[in-house]
């Protein structure tokens, strides 16, 4: 994920994260790294994401086929998290499926899009130019 200040690394796969915070506005991009036991043909990764218990919006992104082996790695498209709003816990599950609607793998996680003030921001960009600007070399 990321945002105009800079670029984070959020690990899903640790062992049982809670909720993961992430800022309102933020661009989240997501990779989907995984191997397969036999050949697949028709791989596909839906997405289901639910607000307070409602189902909000589903993604099916086609990734096509894979030989046996791996491990493969697919970038999904970035998108923009909403701001002001769309603030909340959201949970998110995400399956891989194959051109015949059998499940392969399922992971859910929760997401809390939190209010970032404008004034945090503005600290967060000082705070990393000071950090910049002291690494860099003096003059020779």
């Given amino acids: ?34 191997r397969t036991g036999e050949g697949v043909d028709g791989l596909t990764f839906v997405e289901k994401r639910s607000y307070e218990g409602r189902t909000i919006a589903t993604a099916r992104n086609v990734l096509g086929g894979f030989r046996a082996g791996g491990p493969y790695e697919v970038q999904l498209p970035a998108e923009r998290l909403p701001v002001g709003r769309g603030c909340g816990t959201y949970d998110v599950t995400g399956r891989f499926v194959d051109a015949e609607g059998r ?15 404008p004034t945090d921001a503005l600290r967060e960009r000082r705070r990393h130019h000071r950090s910049a600007t002291a690494t860099r070399p003096g003059p020779t």
């Fill in 103 to 117: 499940e392969l793998a399922r992971e859910s996680h929760r997401f809390r899009i939190v209010h970032r003030r």
């Fill in 1 to 34: 994920m990321s945002d105009e200040f800079g670029r984070v690394t959020v690990d899903l796969s640790l062992p049982e994260q809670d909720v993961v915070e992430l800022p309102e506005g933020t661009v989240v991009g997501v990779a989907l790294t995984f």
